[in-house]
């Protein structure tokens, strides 16, 4: 199925380090959203953007929607220990009557306390 | 406000058989998406209900169908089960008019 390009795949930081993922599209997107998923749980959202532009905070996290439409990143300040879990962005396009989700591969965070 | 529940959480079955997942969505939200989620990978959208009919699909089989009930609960069948069919099966419910999805736990299913 079809997947944006998320990256990094991975990271392993110390606690009190920032961290900064990103995700790129082919297409244009009209919504970004970035979620976190801790094992065994479903994933959970974070930051929604709708505006090409629009940055975001929801806490120690900020997102922004690319002035292309075509990517998004999400800024974690002072990681902690339980930042630890696996990062999503996920994009829509709404052509038409397209509801569809496109999913990221996810970016597997881990802090060394 | 209860949030959204899936059942059951874990599930295994054999190459062939049918399976039934269900999901309840949270309180107030009208619209279940359904999606699937392989090891290591995002997930991918299966089908939304929307008012107890389909409201858009991904690239999955007719042997994936699911139900949405007058409560806006909702079930996802899975039938002539594959070994590929193992996964995380996640279900979200929303408002149709806001794009945000609240998602539930997960039904893990193992097909052997």
């Known amino acids: 199925g079809q997947q944006l390009n998320q990256s990094p795949q991975s990271m392993f930081i110390q606690e009190g380090e920032d961290v900064s993922m990103n995700c790129t599209s082919s297409?244009?997107?009209?919504?970004w959203l970035w979620y976190k998923q801790d094992p065994g749980e479903g994933p959970v959202l974070l930051i929604a953007?709708?505006?090409a532009g629009e940055l975001t905070s929801n806490g120690r996290l900020t997102a922004q929607f690319g002035i292309t439409r075509k990517d998004s990143f999400l800024n974690i300040s002072a990681s902690i220990p339980s930042d630890v879990g696996i990062y999503f962005c996920?994009?829509?396009?709404?052509?038409?009557?397209?509801?569809?989700?496109?999913w990221g591969l996810g970016t597997s965070l881990a802090v060394n306390p | 406000e209860t949030g959204v529940t899936q059942s059951p959480t874990h599930l295994i079955k054999t190459r062939g058989q049918q399976v039934t997942l269900r999901c309840s969505s949270q309180?107030?939200?009208?619209?279940v998406s359904w999606y699937q989620q392989a090891l290591g990978q995002g997930p991918q959208f299966i089908f939304q209900?929307?008012?107890?009919?389909?409201?858009g699909r991904g690239n999955f089989p007719p042997r994936f169908s699911g139900l949405q009930f007058p409560n806006y609960s909702s079930e996802l069948n899975v039938n002539a089960l594959e070994l590929d069919d193992s996964a995380l099966y996640l279900c979200?419910?929303?408002?149709?008019?806001?794009?945000?999805?609240?998602f539930g736990p997960g039904t893990r299913l193992l097909v052997l």
């Open positions: 979200a419910s929303s408002l149709m008019t806001q794009e945000t999805q609240y």
């Open positions: 309180s107030g939200h009208n619209t």
């Open positions: 209900y929307y008012r107890e009919e389909e409201n």
């Open positions: 297409s244009i997107f009209n919504t």
């Open positions: 953007l709708y505006k």
């Open positions: 996920a994009g829509r396009s709404n052509a038409g009557n397209n509801r569809k989700l496109i």
